[in-house]
């Protein structure tokens, strides 16, 4: 993977892509909490100067943690007030509903809201942003309901958007100190040594962490036991093959550098795969590192709250299985010829129908359906060198590529097999 220009690690002085990305392509909102950051800091210092006591602003936190809401209840926000990193933290807090939710989930999220309102201590509000206490916790609740509903295609995405880009705001302007924005779901529950992440050791634009589901009724376990078993071979079988974007694409299980987030534009605004398009991006600048020592709990449950993900998973395998028919995922074959194709990448740009001759019929089909022959003519015309082919075709073949090349063997040669036999 190409190295980024920026270096990654603690977060000296503002930074100019990050400065621009703000100013140009970051939600309302991230300009909204450093005005009230800045109010709040102006009140600590008043009161300092009149007591005669040091400052200490409401937003001067180690670490940022961001959890988009939507038809929850607020006993997620009280566990994470007992966390053991609770005094360190800022959690933002979107709480979204988007343009066709129904009256229950409109409901709900008011309930979320007053109850936060009642429970903690609020020490200030600007429009939709309220700075919330909730023991240690220092809570920026943002309100995107009723009136300013999120666009129903836009949903998730832009509600973690809008959580990143002020958690990136507060990080450049020094009010946040780690220069990593943490990212997980309502549903998660997050172990002790979740914030321990050193991105020192692990160098990378972004992180994944391991996790496991608990809980449900029985249907709903057995589901989420055999999808659990098909989001973790993934990886795995990506690893065999030697992708180099062999990694988990989940929400709730992902951190990144505040300055690779502004330099690929942040989370996209779409109502579902928000977080797999985003580590596409970010794998291209310095690469996503998994870190299996931090293990997340999520809750297995069904639900619709996006049009794909694991809530709609679980609900189609439970369908599946009360009508008597098997839980498949990908012929692990799919994954062999994939490597054939990888291990075969240094010969492809000056050799391509000689190294093609040597697949299979299938896999060569898939690999030109991708558009292999149109990239390589292209960067035969830029005059690569071998180092520079060899990047820009991961750049080209990345995690999207990938799934369609994987998809269309799937498709035309390759058909789903039991997840009991392949998982």
């Not at 989930?105 to 942003?129: F, H, V, W």
Request: hydrophobic residues 40%.
């Amino acid at each position: 993977m190409k190295k980024s220009a920026n270096n990654i690690g603690p977060a000296a002085e503002p930074n100019r892509s990050v400065q621009k990305y703000l100013s140009q392509q970051a939600e309302p909102e991230a300009r909204l909490c450093l005005e009230l950051a800045g109010s709040l800091a102006n009140k600590n210092a008043s009161r300092a100067q009149l007591n005669k006591k040091g400052s200490s602003d409401w937003f001067d936190r180690e670490q940022a943690l961001i959890i988009p809401a939507c038809n929850e209840k607020a006993a997620f926000v009280a566990n994470l007030a007992k966390h053991s990193q609770a005094a360190t933290s800022l959690l933002i807090l979107v709480v979204n509903d988007n343009e066709l939710s129904n009256r229950e989930t409109q409901e709900n999220n008011q309930k979320l809201i007053d109850e936060l309102m009642q429970r903690a201590n609020s020490i200030g509000r600007l429009k939709q942003l309220h700075a919330l206490e909730l023991g240690e916790l220092k809570i920026l609740l943002i309100t995107r309901c009723l009136n300013l509903a999120l666009p129903a295609k836009q949903g998730v995405g832009l509600a973690r958007k809008i959580a990143a880009d002020c958690a990136c705001a507060l990080i450049d302007s020094a009010f946040i100190k780690r220069p990593i924005i943490f990212s997980t779901d309502a549903d998660a529950r997050l172990p002790n040594n979740y914030f321990s992440l050193d991105e020192g050791k692990h160098s990378a634009s972004a992180w994944t962490f391991d996790f496991t589901h608990r809980g449900g009724d029985n249907a709903v376990q057995h589901a989420t036991e055999l999808y659990e078993r098909s989001l973790k071979a993934w990886p795995r079988e990506l690893k065999r093959a030697g992708s180099p974007y062999a990694y988990q694409s989940l929400g709730s299980c992902l951190a990144f550098d505040y300055r690779a987030y502004a330099q690929v534009r942040g989370f996209p605004k779409r109502a579902a795969a928000e977080d797999f398009y985003l580590l596409n991006k970010l794998a291209k600048i310095n690469g996503v590192s998994v870190c299996p020592e931090i293990c997340i709990e999520l809750q297995a449950r069904r639900s619709s709250r996006v049009p794909f993900g694991t809530g709609p998973a679980v609900a189609r395998l439970i369908e599946q299985q009360q009508r008597g028919e098997q839980a498949c995922w990908y012929d692990p074959a799919i994954f062999s010829e994939l490597a054939e194709v990888l291990k075969r990448v240094d010969t492809f740009q000056h050799h391509y129908q000689q190294a093609a001759a040597e697949l299979k019929p299938c896999t060569r089909a898939a690999i030109e359906a991708a558009g292999i022959e149109a990239f390589i003519h292209k960067r035969q015309q830029q005059g690569d060198s071998r180092e520079q082919f060899l990047r820009h075709f991961h750049q080209w073949f990345d995690a999207f590529q990938s799934l369609k090349f994987i998809r269309h063997l799937q498709q035309h040669a390759y058909p789903p097999k039991a997840i009991e036999e392949v998982c």
